[in-house]
């Protein structure tokens, strides 16, 4: 698990750019496109989040600024005297793209520690394509797209899963198996165990830092429980193979006799 306060980095020139110049950040307009309220809506809040359809919310701009460096860094950038307001308050509008695991993170604490149940469930759903439920569905898109890595066509061009909307990388697996466990996204645990089990020693033990200056790493107990997967792996990869040194055709071959001649050369 996670030290319980991880610790920050000191910050860098790399880490002031601005959220709209930055790769998957909000984006930022001086025309907010407004139209209707949406479920969170407070009061007292004090700036004023647009979504791409026009669904305003109403929140607090220090909470925000105080769980999201993200936004924290959208918020110190000096605004345009003619920027939109809502209901006298400041608009930002924000484009529907991917988000960095950084900025999903963010929303699970957000919407769990202050109940804000829709910010909570559209990141829960968000998590949901990379670590579904569905045996069928993990596979494939481990199989079909990759998984982490993005792939090249013959065009060079980068092909990514459509219906993923997180750009997260592998090793962030060691910070999801922390937030599940905290927030108890339990149907989330054995799917993370097994990526887990596939990354390098190297990550496994020493732990890494992600973009926010978090230092991830895993406990003793969850280390344990990672390399006895690994082990189950290898004995059960080595069964499905033994075949092949057998020189006879598994049990669920459905051509014994064309097999047999294969590996008889």
Known sequence: ???ARPSKRPRSEAD???????DNGPICATSSGFRSRGDIWFEDGNVVLVAQDGTGFRVHQSILAANSDIFRDMFTIPQPEDREMVE???????????????VLSAMLRLGSKYQIQHLRDDAVKRLGSIFPTSLVAFRNYFT????FSNRKDADGCTSRNPFISIDMEH???????NIAQRLQLDHMLPQIYYLLALLPNRDLVRGY?????NYWRLSINELQIVLDGQVALRRRTALLLQF?????????CLA???CTSILAT
């Open 88 to 102: 006298g308050c400041p608009s930002y509008y924000f484009e529907s793209r991917r988000i960095t695991f950084e």
């Open 244 to 252: 092949i040194q057998l020189r006879s055709p598994s049990p669920s």
């Open 256 to 258: 014994e006799s064309f």
């Open 16 to 22: 002031d750019q601005s959220p709209e110049t930055a």
């Open 209 to 213: 830092e992600d973009n926010a200056g």
């Open 171 to 177: 090793r962030d697996c060691l910070a999801m198996l």
């Open 1 to 3: 698990m996670a030290d």
């Open 144 to 147: 079909n797209f990759g998984g």
